[in-house]
Each structure stands twice: as structure tokens, then as C-alpha cells.
Antibody
Framework: QLQLQESGPGLVKPSETLSLTCTVS??????????WGWIRQPPGKGLEWIGN???????YYKPSLKSRLTMSVDTSRNQFSLRLTSVTAADTAVYYC????????????WGQGALVSVSS | QSALTQPASVSGSPGQSIAISCTGT?????????VSWYQQHPGKAPKLIIY???KRPSGVSNRFSGSKSGSTASLTVSGLQAEDEAAYYCCSYTGSNNLVFGGGTDLTVL
């Protein structure tokens, strides 16, 4: 059974960098059939797609976040990561990692989510 | 890349059917058969219930169905049950490997 687990600091100061890692178990992140994605949800609000990455490091980012966003993959650890720079309170959200088929634009497995608060 | 438009809330009594709309544009919902729907209970991760407009993943109740007309997709939940009370989100491919979600709809089972 595929499982995804987000990890990282729960509190980040304004203007600093938010970093999260998603650990995948039950499947190889090298599987060419999948992309790996990040979605976030501000408290009490809706879902927002952030971006996707595959095992080759090919990335697709939400255009409005592209200038602050970097995604990477570590195949040796079966993990992929998110870095968001220059954060503000508007970046406070539950961040989910999820799996997406290469040939499909939907997320079939999700992590439980990690709350990241941006506050001084 | 504006969010897709969903009603903020819908409600229905047990056993009834309800429909949730998801309105986009000719560049997203209307251009591709790539709308998905997610169910989210409070404090939980979203769960995929419909993909590619009308397909249902294995294990999802056949009380959930998807459809589309032009730039508006719809999720129908038939035979409402108490456990269906949740938030529902649509999501569409917008081109260039980008995705956009709807604002979400809270379903209340009366």
C-alpha cells in the first residue's frame, strides 16, 4: 500500500524559506508512471495546486509561485522536496504531497498533510 | 489562472440526490476531459472520487458520478448518506501541465 508522509518545520519566520520533504513508501519514486505533487490548503480555505516533479527532476510549477518555488527529488531516499522562499503569512497552510499519474491529471494518493505557519 | 467556480454550500436529506457544479472556461474545463473531484472530511486529506470527468476509482461508491457540459462539470451524489457530509473540490487541467482547483463546496446532510 502506497504511503506518503510530509515532514518539516511547523513554523517559519516571514521572509525566510519554507522547506518540506515527502517520503514515499510502498512504491519507487523512480516509477516512470508517476509525477509527485504538492498541494496546499490555507486554514479554512480551499485547495491550491503548487507543482509537480518526476523522478528525472522535470518540474511544473504554478505560474504565480514559480519565482519562489523549487522542487527536487532524492531517488536514493525515495523522497521529494519543496522549497518556497520569501514566505509571508499568506503561505500559512497545510501542505499535502500526493501522487499523480504521468498520463493523468489527478492525484490518487495523498499524504496526511503538514501544517506550516508563517509567523515571527 | 483563476480558481474554478463552485457553490459554497449545498444540502440534502438522506436518500436524496444532489449535484455540485464546477464552472471553468473554454481553456480548462471546456478544453479537456480532465476534471477530477475530491472529497475531504474535516481534518483529513482529500480523497479522489472522480477522475477524467466521469471515471470512478476502484473502491469508490457508485453513488458518486461525474458529468460535464461545455465548461461546467458536475458531481452528483445519489442516495445521500450521513457519511457524505464533507467538502468537495473539483480540479481541472488548464494546459502546460498546470492544474487549478475549485473553491470547494460544503455538503450538508440534513
Amino acid at each position: 500500500q502506497l504511503q506518503l508522509q510530509e515532514s518539516g518545520p511547523g513554523l517559519v519566520k516571514p521572509s525566510e524559506t519554507l522547506s518540506l520533504t515527502c517520503t514515499v513508501s510502498g512504491d519507487s519514486i523512480r516509477n516512470k508512471n508517476y509525477y509527485w505533487g504538492w498541494i496546499r490548503q490555507p486554514p479554512g480555505k480551499g485547495l491550491e495546486w503548487i507543482g509537480n516533479i518526476n523522478f528525472d527532476g522535470i518540474t511544473y510549477y504554478k505560474p504565480s509561485l514559480k519565482s519562489r518555488l523549487t522542487m527536487s527529488v532524492d531517488t536514493s531516499r525515495n523522497q521529494f522536496s519543496l522549497r518556497l522562499t520569501s514566505v509571508t503569512a499568506a503561505d500559512t497552510a497545510v501542505y499535502y504531497c500526493a501522487r499523480r499519474y504521468t498520463s493523468g491529471f489527478f492525484f490518487d494518493y495523498w499524504g496526511q498533510g503538514a501544517l506550516v505557519s508563517v509567523s515571527s | 489562472q483563476s480558481a474554478l467556480t463552485q457553490p459554497a454550500s449545498v444540502s440534502g436529506s438522506p436518500g436524496q440526490s444532489i449535484a455540485i457544479s464546477c464552472t471553468g472556461t473554454s481553456s480548462d474545463v471546456g478544453s479537456h476531459n480532465l476534471v477530477s473531484w475530491y472529497q475531504q472530511h474535516p481534518g483529513k486529506a482529500p480523497k479522489l472520487i472522480i477522475y477524467e470527468d466521469t471515471k470512478r476509482p476502484s473502491g469508490v461508491s457508485n453513488r458518486f458520478s461525474g458529468s460535464k457540459s461545455g465548461s461546467t462539470a458536475s458531481l452528483t451524489v445519489s442516495g445521500l448518506q450521513a457519511e457524505d457530509e464533507a467538502a468537495y473540490y473539483c480540479c481541472s487541467y488548464t494546459g502546460s501541465n498546470n492544474l487549478v482547483f475549485g473553491g470547494g463546496t460544503d455538503l450538508t446532510v440534513l
